[in-house]
């Protein structure tokens, strides 16, 4: 288990770094979210809320700067998030209804959506002014 709290004043000298990182596990987060979803697909709460997070996603990537990195301050990545979080209950019930194995992979890629969002939160409130 981790010791103290973690220096977040160490992310700063390596924030994109660390932001590629965590926009890279995102996006692959995501497209095993959609590539299970895309063959389960028997949900319309859920096939809307899949839709609304890949497509917010799809918007942050298509507005990044020449470096790569998405855009932090307009409001869109705290829409991610809301989306992701709010998808929460029914992806949980849908689990909970389900007993294949696809049924648990999208769960899971749907929890590692929701726990990036706490790096995606962390790497918003510690983004550098010159970032």
């Known amino acids: 288990m981790s010791e ?3 220096d977040l004043s160490q992310i700063r000298g390596d ?5 590629d990182y965590v926009q890279n596990a995102t996006d692959q987060t995501l497209k095993r ?3 299970y979803w ?4 028997d949900d319309a709460d859920i096939d809307a809320a899949v839709s609304q997070q890949a497509r917010i996603w799809a918007d942050l990537n298509a507005n990044a ?3 790569g990195t998405i855009p932090t301050t307009d409001g869109r ?5 809301s989306a992701c979080r709010d998808a929460k209950a029914c992806s949980d019930t849908y689990q909970d209804n389900g007993d294949s194995e696809l049924v648990e992979e999208f769960a899971e890629a749907c929890r590692q959506t929701r726990a990036l ?7 918003m409130e510690q983004r550098p002014e010159d970032q």
């Open 33 to 35: 979210q959609l590539k």
């Open 38 to 41: 895309s063959e389960l697909g």
């Open 15 to 19: 924030w994109k770094f660390h932001m």
């Open 117 to 123: 969002c706490d790096d995606l939160e962390m790497m």
């Open 4 to 6: 103290g709290e973690v």
């Open 77 to 81: 990545l705290e829409e991610f998030i």
């Open 65 to 67: 700067n020449e470096k």
